[in-house]
């Protein structure tokens, strides 16, 4: 016994887990096992996974709120969130705050399997409505009703920025960004005016009375498919408040990356969706607002000229694929405004 539990402290040390992490919990862990950035931890009790969290104390604290609400309202896709013997739902050392979870059980989904998309997209709007009536303690930055525009707006001076600093520099990136620039300033631009014409305040101020909770983080490695094909969502780490466009328009974009922009995908998003959790009239010009802001043309200059801990090659490359599509980009854009509500009044894809 003593054996296997040094064997278990110095694999959590090897890791860059404190071995007091495990005295806060009365859990009789038998072996661990690393995945990615947390450990697994085998119990007579079922299996747990011990998370780091990066992003400071009010942060983790929401995250943890938005799983209890989550879990207590009955949306049973969720880890458990795992107490101290002192009761707390996290424990720190040296400044640094760990949580311990329940394992969910599942596969990544895959987003290219329509089986897949259609139970992500169902447990998606499950979460919203389970999500509602959220009171999220204090962190800041955390609540974001009704701050689309203003984040746009913000994001647009950067990019001009972004845009002047290209010109300074002879790089291959640098030229691309200062060739698109106007384009895709011009289509954020766009973006910001469809909203200003759109009921987004309205819908805003409906889903602030409503408190929806979004997870802002709805990749497909966040979506686990489990037998029975069962769903887990796990990852709150981004989690805001929110309307739940946002977490419809992040989903389609997710999908468009790798369908170069197929509008069919979009339209069985949200035809299942509204099967699931009917779609408010207005709100897929909220979807389509966020779809028109180019957000990877923000992100590419974001990380070339602001925080540099990108490839040039891996930012050069995805701001060429991003360069190559906008003819798709555009057709979708089009056909998506045009055709959004019709797919929810019939329920065809076309």
């Not at 011009?186 to 889903?207: F, G, M, N, Q």
Request: with cysteine.
């Amino acid at each position: 016994m003593r054996h296997e539990k040094s064997t278990i402290l110095r694999q959590l040390e090897e890791n860059g887990f404190p071995q007091e992490i495990l005295d806060a919990y009365d859990l009789p862990v038998q072996k661990v096992q690393p995945v990615r950035k947390v450990i697994r931890l085998f119990t007579d009790l079922g299996d747990f996974v011990l998370k780091r969290f990066v992003f400071g104390k009010t942060n983790l604290e929401f995250s943890i709120a938005a799983m209890i609400h989550l879990e207590k309202n009955g949306f049973r896709s969720v880890p458990t969130i795992v107490r101290t013997e002192e009761g707390n739902s996290y424990t720190e050392v040296d400044g640094i705050h760990y949580v311990i979870m329940s394992w969910q059980q599942g596969r990544e989904s895959d987003y290219e399997r329509i089986d897949h998309l259609a139970m992500a997209t169902r447990a998606l709007a499950e979460l919203h409505r389970k999500g509602k009536g959220f009171v999220p303690p204090y962190a800041p930055g955390k609540v974001q009703y009704g701050m689309w525009i203003n984040h746009f707006v913000e994001r647009i001076g950067e990019m001009e920025r972004f845009v002047d600093y290209a010109r300074e520099e002879d790089s291959f990136f640098a030229r691309m960004y200062v060739e698109t620039g106007a384009y895709f300033i011009s289509e954020a631009k766009c973006a910001v005016d469809h909203l200003i014409r759109s009921p987004y305040e309205e819908l805003s101020e409906k889903a602030r009375d409503e408190r929806e909770l979004c997870h802002h983080d709805y990749a497909h490695h966040n979506v686990l498919i489990g037998e029975n094909h069962t769903v887990s969502v796990i990852d709150f780490d981004y989690a805001i408040c929110d309307v739940r466009a946002h977490d419809i328009a992040s989903l389609i974009l997710r999908n468009m990356k790798h369908t170069g922009w197929d509008g069919r995908t979009a339209r069985f998003i949200l035809r299942a969706y509204d099967q699931s959790s009917k779609l408010m009239k207005g709100e897929t010009d909220l979807i389509y607002g966020m779809l028109r802001f180019p957000q990877d043309f923000w992100e590419a200059g974001y990380f070339y000229y602001v925080e540099k801990n990108r490839s040039p090659e891996v930012l050069e490359k995805r701001l060429r694929k991003w360069i190559e599509l906008r003819e798709n980009r555009a057709d979708f854009l089009q056909d998506f405004k045009m055709n959004a509500d019709l797919v929810l009044r019939t329920g065809t894809l076309r």
